[in-house]
C-alpha cells in the first residue's frame, strides 16, 4: 500500500483552511441573524461555532473537492463553499448521535446536550436540566441539517450545477438518517449477525463520508458515468474500512486521541462489525460474558479490560483490522480504472491511507 504523503491531501491546495474560512463566514452571518431576533441565542450561535470550527477532520469537504477535481472540474471557492455543507450534515449527525448514545463528551469537549444542561443548571432556571439539554441538542442538530441546506444554495454556483447536486446531496441525508435508527434499532433487538452490522456501518457512516462526498463533487463537474461509477466503486469499500476504524477506536483507541472515554462502544452496546466478529468466533462463556456487559453504561475501567481482551482473543480484532486492509485495497484498485487528474488521484489514493490508519 502506498505510504501517505507529509503534506494531507485535507491540507493540500489549501483546503481546510478554505472550508474553515467558508464555515466562520457562514457562521458569522448566522449569528448576525439570530441576535437580531433574540440575544437568548447567542449561546445557540456560540455552541455551533464550537463545535463545527473547534474541531473536525474536514474529510467530507476533502472527498468531495479531489471528486470533483478528478473528474476535471476547476478549482472555485464557490465550490469549496457548497463542499463545505458537508461539515453541517456531519454536525447534525454527530450531535444527534451523541444525544441518542448519551455521551458525555466530543473531541474531549461536553457534548451539546450536557453543554445545555449545564446551562440550565448554572442559571437556576425550572423544569429538569437534562430535558432541557436533549431539546437542545435536538434543535441545534436539526438547526445543522438546515444550515447544510441554505450554505450550499448561497455558495454562489449557478443554479444548474446546484440542481446537478441536489439527489446526491438529499439523498445522503436520508441514508445517514435511516442508517442512525437502524443503529439504535440493532441495539435494541441485540442483532449480533455480521450482515446486519456490515448494513448499519455501510449507511449510518460509510456512505455520507467517502461515497456520496465524492458523487457530489462529480455531479459538481460534471462527470462521466464511468468516473462516477469508479468513485462508487472506490467510496462503498473505503466508507467501510472508515466506519471499522472508528469502531477499533470506540473500544481500543486512546481517550487523549479520540476525545471520548475508554470502551465508549462497548458501554452503549454498539453492535458493530468487531463485537459481532467476536460473538461468532468466540466460546458460550465469552458470549455470555459480551454480551452480558454489553450496553452497561454502568460498565468500569475493569470490565472495559476483559471485554477488551475478550475480543481480541477471540480474532475479531485481527480480522477486523484483515478486513480494513482488505476494502482498502479493493478502493485503491477502483481508482486505476478510469483516467482521473493525476493529482486528484494521488489525493484520493492518500485520502484512503489517512481516513484508515487515523488513531482519532
Keep these: 500500500m502506498t505510504h501517505a504523503a507529509p503534506v494531507s491531501p485535507v491540507d493540500r491546495a489549501g483546503l481546510r483552511q478554505r472550508v474553515d474560512k ?9 449569528r448576525t441573524w439570530m ?83 449545564a446551562r440550565h443548571r448554572a442559571a437556576g432556571w425550572g423544569g429538569d ?23 450550499l444554495h448561497s455558495a454562489g454556483l449557478e443554479p444548474r450545477t446546484v440542481a446537478r447536486a441536489r439527489p446526491v446531496f438529499d439523498e445522503m441525508r436520508t ?61 462503498l469499500p473505503l466508507g467501510e474500512a472508515f466506519q471499522l476504524r472508528d469502531d ?13 472515554p475508554a470502551g465508549d462502544d462497548l458501554r452503549e452496546g454498539k453492535r458493530t462489525y468487531l463485537v459481532a466478529a467476536a460473538v461468532e468466533a468466540t466460546d458460550d462463556a465469552g458470549r455470555e460474558l459480551l454480551l452480558g456487559q454489553l450496553g452497561d453504561p454502568g460498565l468500569d475501567e475493569a470490565g472495559v479490560a476483559r471485554l477488551r481482551e475478550l475480543i481480541s482473543a477471540s480474532g475479531a480484532l485481527a480480522r477486523t483490522e484483515q478486513r480494513i486492509v482488505t476494502l482498502t485495497d479493493a478502493a485503491l484498485a477502483a481508482l486505476t480504472t478510469v483516467d482521473l487528474d493525476t493529482e486528484a488521484r494521488q489525493a484520493l489514493v492518500d485520502l484512503a491511507i489517512a481516513a484508515t490508519r487515523r488513531a482519532d
Design 22 to 30: 467558508a464555515l466562520a463566514e457562514f457562521l458569522a452571518n448566522q
Design 129 to 151: 436540566p437534562d430535558g432541557f439539554g436533549d431539546a437542545a441538542a435536538i434543535l441545534l442538530g436539526d438547526l445543522c441539517l438546515v444550515w447544510s441546506d441554505e450554505l
Design 35 to 117: 441576535t437580531g431576533v433574540d440575544d437568548a441565542l447567542v449561546p445557540v450561535a456560540e455552541a455551533i461555532e464550537a463545535f463545527v470550527l473547534g474541531g473536525g477532520k474536514r474529510l467530507r469537504p476533502a472527498f468531495g473537492y479531489w471528486g470533483y477535481r478528478g473528474a476535471g472540474g476547476v478549482d472555485s471557492d464557490h465550490v469549496v463553499t457548497a463542499l463545505a455543507a458537508l461539515e453541517f450534515v456531519q454536525a447534525s449527525a454527530l450531535i444527534h448521535d451523541d444525544l441518542m448514545d448519551r455521551s458525555d463528551t466530543r473531541r474531549g469537549e461536553p457534548a451539546v446536550h450536557r453543554r445545555f444542561a
Design 248 to 260: 477499533v477506536l470506540g473500544v481500543f483507541g486512546d481517550p487523549a486521541q479520540t476525545g471520548k
Design 175 to 235: 441514508e445517514v438518517t435511516v442508517g442512525q435508527y437502524l443503529d439504535v434499532l440493532t441495539q435494541v433487538t441485540g442483532d449480533t449477525s455480521l450482515e446486519r452490522a456490515g448494513k448499519v456501518a455501510r449507511y449510518k457512516s460509510a456512505k455520507y463520508t467517502v461515497e456520496r462526498p465524492l458523487l457530489l463533487g462529480a455531479a459538481l463537474a460534471e462527470a462521466s458515468a464511468d468516473v462516477r461509477a469508479a468513485y462508487s466503486a472506490y467510496g
